[in-house]
């Protein structure tokens, strides 16, 4: 077998959860949405930039001048003509959600669940997906961009930096992964 | 002639619009392939499940190869397609960081809008993770600034370092991809099992 | 002081200027919600049904009940002269539709309040017998009757009124169109049936509302094509006005939030929800209403965007 659990049903849809979409179809998927954000907009795309986007946001609602002295924040705030969460990857991440939604609901995954390994509390998941949250910020800002504005779209691209982001990446999670397999398995 | 958005076919208002449709079918095949669950994607670093492998080197396999095409077609300017300037050793550091936070937390950023949209708890805790550690990295940010811009080698791609020809580096990259499928087919048989 | 005088400096004279913020539209949104409850409630008022049968539409008056008056709220907030909003009820301006509006709001509490009290279950009824008696005549045959009629009059005119004051607004190129008044109206009942759906005990009942929430959203994508169009056609005040929402700086805003996750979205899961690919949960209405509510902020600030400077 070559994924070792079947997604859990929703409740209430009395039929079983239906199994996820072979690997390669679903990345000739991926790779053609991909391919239409070059030809149609010229850029590849991404998620990381959303998350700043609406920190920026927030922080310039809740301390105006704070945001605006922020060397960081400032980038993401503009001149202050258009709103901060006009952006490209701000409707992009909307339409995931709509996508990711749909997508969902239609093979019976969606449902409110923590997604953990058996041996694991859901206290101490949620604690280690909010730590894995800050690493990600941390690296996806130094790596200007995430799995999928670095290693997704400059792959395709054969832009040098993603090519190295992408095989580090993969270096730092296999390195680790022995210490953290009681989350998951 | 595209990119149409850069020839000027449609504003930045139409973009947005764009850039949602876009991100739905983003969304949906993230979803379709599973990667709306920390567990799936988690898997690929207990090599019982290499999707996240799979799917991501034929989504660069695919998009690669249809770029490389409508560049000899004429039909798209590549040089007017985005590329992220290199800084090569910020972003090894970046990668790592980066892995390590995919193993301990299990999702990336665009996997985590994905999950918190199917609604799973620990995608929406790691996406508030990855906003506070956003307004860290803004705070800490005037102290790093030199070496996050350190090593800056401009918009540079594997061709252009190599100084191969663009089809060659191409091929080579199909090459491995099919190489990687069929290596990542004998792992999961190996480890598929202990799971 | 000079600045006062000249008019072009009077934010409130000058129409390039918001003089409408948020209260506006969540009043215009809130009251197409109620509007759209009451021609339902109208509506399912007139089924069969088996004795002892609960329907929605017992429920419906008393959420309108308080969603008006949640909405009669943020207008009030919005009023310049607070202590003054008596003084509209000593007219009627048979050509103001505020005038109208007001006296419409006015009927609306009654028609809500009677039928939340034909609602009320014998146990109530017996503790306030004066009351029982009237709630008891209010249920038979022909009062039902006579109260479902009230509703869907009351109900139409109110989900029109909340378009149509945008429309007597001259002032404002992209509000000048006789289509806001039914878009608002489909909107609301698209809205009402959203939410009545959720809420229906029955689930034949549940069923029914989908299909009508469904045939009110596509309706709702038709009228924004005809206002669309129309504005386009008209001239080129207008036309300008249209460009707002077809590349101007509302275009992102209106299609994505309005268009695709407020009403494309819903469609779609509300259909594979009928036949039966998807089950029943609270996702599209919520997407249904937070698509409603865009709409009215859409339309309320482009429209104070828009101007009758030609090209």
Redesign the interface.
């Known amino acids: 077998m070559s994924s070792d659990y079947r997604p859990a049903a929703m409740p209430g849809s009395g039929r079983p959860a239906s199994p996820y979409w072979n690997p390669y179809l679903a990345g000739i998927g991926l790779g053609l949405v991909l391919l239409a954000a070059f030809v149609l907009v010229g850029r590849g795309l991404g998620a990381s930039g959303a998350f700043s986007s609406t920190v920026a946001w927030l922080v310039n609602l809740v301390a105006p001048a704070h945001a605006q002295s922020n060397e960081y924040l400032q980038g993401y705030l503009g001149d202050g003509t258009t709103h901060p969460l006009k952006a490209w990857l701000v409707f992009e991440v909307l339409g995931v959600m709509a996508g990711a939604l749909f997508s969902g609901l239609l093979a019976g995954r969606a449902r409110i669940a923590v997604e953990k390994g058996p041996r694991v509390s859901t206290a101490l998941r949620l604690l280690c997906a909010f730590a894995g949250g800050i690493l990600m910020a941390f690296g996806a800002h130094l790596a200007r961009g995430c799995t999928s504005g670095q290693a997704l779209t400059g792959g395709a691209l054969l832009n040098l930096g993603s090519w190295a982001f992408m095989l580090m990446v993969f270096v730092g999670g296999y390195s680790v992964a022995w210490f953290m397999r009681w989350q998951w398995r | 002639m595209?990119?149409?958005?850069?020839y000027g076919f449609?504003?930045d208002?139409?973009?947005?619009?764009?850039?949602?449709?876009?991100?739905?079918?983003?969304?949906?095949?993230?979803?379709?392939?599973?990667f709306?669950?920390?567990?799936?994607l988690?898997?690929?670093?207990?090599l019982?499940?290499?999707?996240v492998f799979?799917?991501?080197?034929?989504?660069?396999?695919?998009?690669?190869l249809?770029?490389t095409y409508?560049g000899w077609l004429g039909w798209?300017d590549?040089s007017?397609?985005?590329?992220?300037?290199?800084?090569?050793v910020?972003?090894?550091?970046?990668?790592?960081?980066?892995?390590?936070?995919?193993?301990?937390?299990?999702?990336?950023?665009?996997?985590?809008?994905?999950?918190?949209?199917?609604?799973?708890?620990?995608?929406f805790?790691?996406?508030?993770?990855?906003?506070?550690?956003?307004?860290?990295?803004?705070?800490v940010?005037?102290w790093?600034?030199g070496f996050?811009n350190s090593n800056g080698?401009g918009?540079?791609?594997?061709?252009?370092?190599f100084d191969l020809p663009?089809g060659l580096?191409?091929f080579v990259?199909v090459l491995i991809a099919v190489a990687g499928?069929s290596a990542a087919?004998l792992v999961?048989?190996r480890f598929?099992?202990k799971? | 002081m000079i600045e006062l005088l000249t008019t072009r400096h009077n934010p409130l004279v000058d129409p390039t200027l918001h003089v409408w913020e948020w209260q506006i539209p969540v009043y215009l949104f809130l009251g197409g919600w109620v509007a759209g409850s009451m021609v339902l409630t109208g509506y399912l008022q007139r089924q069969a049904r088996a004795p002892g049968q609960s329907s929605v539409s017992d429920r419906l008056p008393w959420i309108g009940l308080v969603l008006i008056s949640l909405g009669m709220g943020a207008l009030f907030l919005d009023l310049e002269h607070k202590l003054y909003v008596w003084r509209m009820y000593l007219t009627l301006q048979p050509l103001s539709p505020m005038s109208w509006g007001g006296w419409i709001l006015l009927l609306v509490y009654p028609v809500l309040a009677l039928g939340a009290l034909a609602t009320l279950a014998d146990g109530a009824l017996d503790r306030w017998p004066r009351l029982g008696a009237f709630a008891r005549q209010l249920q038979s045959h022909t009062a039902t009757r006579w109260l479902s009629v009230a509703n869907i009059v009351v109900g139409i005119a109110l989900g029109i009124y909340t378009g149509i004051l945008l429309s007597s607004l001259g002032a404002r190129p992209l509000w000048a169109s006789a289509v806001l008044g039914p878009l608002f109206l489909v909107s609301g009942l698209s809205a009402g049936a959203a939410f009545a759906h959720v809420i229906a005990p029955g689930h034949e009942e549940q069923e029914q509302l989908l299909r009508f929430d469904n045939l009110f959203l596509m309706t709702e994508l038709g009228l924004i094509a005809l206002f669309l169009i129309g504005l386009l056609t008209v001239g080129a005040v207008h036309a300008q006005a249209a460009q707002l929402l077809l590349g101007g700086p509302f275009t992102a805003v209106f299609w994505v939030l309005v268009v695709g996750l407020g009403i494309l979205l819903p469609l779609a899961i509300q259909s594979l929800t009928l036949a039966g690919r998807i089950p029943h949960t609270v996702i599209a209405p919520l997407l249904v209403l937070s698509g409603g509510l865009a709409l009215r902020f859409v339309i309320v600030f482009a429209g104070q965007y828009s101007e009758w400077i030609s090209p």
């Open positions: 595209a990119p149409f958005y850069k449609f504003g208002e139409m973009s947005l619009v764009l850039a949602f449709v876009l991100g739905t079918g983003f969304g949906f095949f993230l979803e379709r392939a599973g709306g669950s920390a567990r799936k988690a898997a690929q670093f207990y019982y499940d290499m999707s799979k799917v991501m080197f034929t989504a660069i396999v695919t998009a690669m249809g770029v409508l798209l590549l007017l397609v985005y590329l992220v300037p290199t800084h090569l910020p972003q090894i550091v970046g990668g790592l960081v980066l892995g390590v936070g995919f193993v301990v937390g299990g999702y990336c950023p665009g996997t985590s809008v994905a999950s918190l949209a199917t609604g799973r708890i620990d995608g805790v790691y996406a508030f993770g990855i906003g506070a550690g956003t307004l860290v990295y803004a705070e940010f005037p790093i600034k996050v080698m918009q540079v791609t594997l061709p252009e370092v663009w580096v191409v990259v499928f087919t999961e048989r598929g099992d799971a």
